[in-house]
Structure formats: C-alpha cells, structure tokens
T-cell receptor
Framework: EPEVTQTPSHQVTQMGQEVILRCVPI?????FYWYRQILGQKVEFLVS????????KSEIFDDQFSVERPDGSNFTLKIRSTKLEDSAMYFC?????????????FGQGTRLTVV | AQSVTQLGSHVSVSEGALVLLRCNYS??????LFWYVQYPNQGLQLLLKYTTGATLVKGINGFEAEFKKSETSFHLTKPSAHMSDAAEYFCAVSSNTGNQFYFGTGTSLTVIP
C-alpha cells in the first residue's frame, strides 16, 4: 500500500541551526502539506503546496520556514534558524488533487528536538 | 471559516464498553469530516470520513460515526472497546477550498481491562 515516508524519524539540533525535514509523498498525489504537533497539543497546519508553489500557509509559517519540491519526489521543510519552541513532531501529508473530499495521507512524522 | 471542537481531552472506558468520542464542527459550507487515530509514536491514520450521501459512516476497526447536520456533530462510536483501541483520536474538517484540514485538539482514549 502506498505511503508517505518521512526522514529522519528523530532530529536533534542546536538552537540557531538550520534543519531540513524530508518527505516523500505518495507518487500520484499533487497536494502536499506540513503540520506540526507540539507535545500534548493539537495538530497545527503549517503550509500546503500545489503546482510547485505554496497555496496556503498559517501564521506559524513565518520567514524562518520554507518548503521545496526539489526533484519531483521529495518535499522538504526547512527551518532556517531553529528556536526552542520549534521542538515538535512534524507531519508531512499528501492528497489527490481535484477531489476535495479525499483524505490526506500522513507520514509517521519527524520528531524535532531543539536544544 | 471552519473549526472543530472535541469535547473531552481524555476518555476512559472499560474493555467491552461503548466508546463515544465527541466532535462538533463549525462550517459555513457543507463540510467534509474525518476521524484520524494516532497510536503512540506513530503518524495519523484515517479511521473514517464523511463526504456526501449516507450520514452513518463505517470505518476501520469497528468504528463508525454519524453526521448530524442539525447538531453540527460527527461523534465517533464503537460498540465494544478493545485494549488495542487505546490511542489519540482527532476529528478534522476539510476547508471549502480543499486546501487544508482543521484538526480538533484530540481525545486520548484509555481502555481499562
């Protein structure tokens, strides 16, 4: 069964460092998402991406964040200068385009710890 | 704008008892509603979804949910809880443009032997 894969599963980084979280969406999906979940809190929307551009982003997704689909298969989230409050589980998701009522398929997540 | 409210951040049931997890939504357009489950240290897995048609939808692992427009609710139920049902459950609504999902704060289900 096709699945969304994320690497690494756990990343520890020092405050101020740049991190790149990687995702391989399901191959025929065209809508991609990043969500984050701070420990014990709700799943929060960060950004959606379609046709090689951001289609929607939340207030959380400030200038420190960027997304990219560099090679047609990977979908990355970059945090330029990490802060302690960026520590969270980051989930990538993908979805078929054109059918609004389809579900998003989520990866297993990357746990980011900023120290 | 769309939003989801899950009443009860923690629910405990005895093994074999009825599971009821509550979800109310707010939407200015017909919503598309979803329940996801998150097992410890895992990602989000779709349990079931409501799009159009039959308001009672059945999902995996014996779960079902009923869309009640008059009550703006989409509560999740299972007749008999199993130990393996212990997890975090998230209700979500899809935006009218289909761009994003809005998640509730989640309900942690504990099953007592």
């Amino acid at each position: 069964e096709p699945e969304v894969t994320q690497t690494p599963s756990h990343q520890v980084t020092q405050m101020g460092q740049e991190v790149i979280l990687r995702c391989v969406p399901i191959s025929n999906h065209l809508y991609f998402y990043w969500y984050r979940q701070i420990l014990g809190q709700k799943v929060e929307f960060l950004v959606s991406f379609y046709n090689n551009e951001i289609s929607e982003k939340s207030e959380i997704f400030d200038d420190q964040f960027s997304v990219e689909r560099p090679d047609g298969s990977n979908f990355t989230l970059k945090i330029r200068s990490t802060k302690l409050e960026d520590s969270a589980m980051y989930f990538c998701a993908s979805r078929l385009f054109g059918v609004v009522n389809t579900e998003a398929f989520f990866g297993q997540g990357t746990r980011l710890t900023v120290v | 704008a769309q939003s989801v409210t899950q009443l009860g951040s923690h629910v405990s049931v005895s093994e074999g008892a009825l599971v009821l997890l509550r979800c109310n939504y707010s939407s200015s357009v017909p919503p598309y509603l979803f329940w996801y489950v998150q097992y410890p240290n895992q990602g989000l897995q779709l349990l079931l979804k409501y799009t159009t048609g039959a308001t009672l939808v059945k999902g995996i692992n014996g779960f079902e949910a009923e869309f009640k427009k008059s009550e703006t609710s989409f509560h999740l139920t299972k007749p008999s809880a199993h130990m393996s049902d212990a997890a975090e459950y998230f209700c979500a609504v899809s935006s009218n443009t289909g761009n994003q999902f809005y998640f509730g704060t989640g309900t942690s289900l504990t099953v007592i032997p």
